[in-house]
């Protein structure tokens, strides 16, 4: 069976996930599929092409999976959990985020619900947002690995994790805010 584009992209989530992106390599991607590394550029131009398509994948996992929750703050906490759910998921979407930032997700949708909510430079309310919450989850995974590489016999402290989980709901109330046109309400974090 020929190699398509999607298992290139399932194939480079799973080392990521496995690895990490420091380990993440063409090459890397092509012992997990059992070919050479040069098969893979049929289906992706380039390693920054990858990493985009992989960001989308972890952003959008699923066709006709469930849209972006309604609210700024549920589509925010939303995107935090997609960021959450793999090994380095934020500097994985951030180097796409920072090639493709008012395309990709959430952006868009975030925009639009700023919009209808009243707020006139809803798009780049909704890049900067997104990028609080990049730098968000991008603090707490680094936080994680140091936490593994220190005792490498235990996975990051729940402790830590909890902090982290208060420390995001709060500065997204406070964002929030800022950001809503009062009257309006931002939603619950779901």
Do not use: C
Not at 26 to 38: D, I, S
Not at 65 to 92: H, K, M, T
Not at 110 to 130: F, I, P
């Amino acid at each position: 069976m020929p190699l398509t584009r999607d298992q290139v992209v399932e194939a480079a989530l799973t080392v990521a996930g496995d690895y990490g992106l420091g380990d993440l390599s063409m090459r890397r991607v092509a012992t997990e599929l059992g070919v050479q590394a040069g098969a893979l550029y049929w289906h992706v131009g380039s390693k920054q092409e990858l990493l985009i398509a992989v960001a989308r994948r972890v952003l959008d996992p699923a066709e006709g999976a469930a849209p972006w929750p309604g609210s700024p703050q549920a589509v925010l906490a939303e995107f935090r959990r997609r960021l959450l759910a793999i090994r380095d998921g934020a500097e994985i979407v951030a180097v796409a985020h920072a090639d493709q930032p008012s395309r990709l997700s959430p952006v868009p949708e975030l925009r639009d619900q700023l919009e209808s909510l009243g707020r006139g430079d809803a798009g780049a309310t909704a890049e900067n947002l997104v990028r609080w919450t990049l730098g968000s989850v991008l603090t707490q995974q680094t936080a994680r690995s140091l936490a593994e590489a220190a005792d490498p016999g235990q996975p990051g402290s729940d402790r830590s994790d909890a902090r982290f989980d208060r420390d995001f709901q709060d500065g997204l109330r406070t964002l929030l805010a800022a950001a809503v046109p009062e009257g309006h309400a931002a939603g619950p974090a779901a």
